[in-house]
């Protein structure tokens, strides 16, 4: 949907997950959204909030979406913190086209 519309987003991508259940069962509603637009860019329905799972949504965020990332702001859970962290470790080589990441984390 997203590389169909072409929507203008501002850079700044808010990433949380929430516990949801499912016949019993739990698992995690993983989502992005954009701070200016309010745009959801991606959600993913995972197992749960740890690591592979925040990695594969952002890989399909920054990747697949090309979403243009200059910041994220995330909670303190350290399956996101850990994957924010790869990313911006990725991110940080030297590339004149890509600007550098900032990161908060709220609590």
């Known amino acids: 949907m997203a590389k169909e519309l072409k929507p203008t987003w ?7 997950g929430k ?3 499912v016949k019993k069962e ?3 509603l993983l989502l992005t959204a954009d701070a ?5 860019p991606c959600a993913h329905f995972a197992r749960s909030e740890d690591y592979e799972s925040y990695k594969t949504l952002l890989k399909t965020v ?4 090309r979403y243009p990332i200059k910041g994220i702001v995330i909670d ?4 996101l913190a850990k ?3 790869v990313l911006v470790a990725l991110q940080s080589k030297p590339n004149p086209a890509e600007p550098n990441l900032a990161t908060l984390v709220l609590f």
């Open 10 to 16: 501002s850079g700044y991508l808010l990433i949380d």
């Open 19 to 21: 516990a949801i259940y």
């Open 26 to 28: 739990r698992y995690a």
């Open 36 to 40: 200016e637009t309010h745009d959801i």
């Open 62 to 65: 920054k990747e697949e979406l």
């Open 76 to 79: 303190g859970d350290p399956g």
């Open 83 to 85: 994957a924010v962290r």
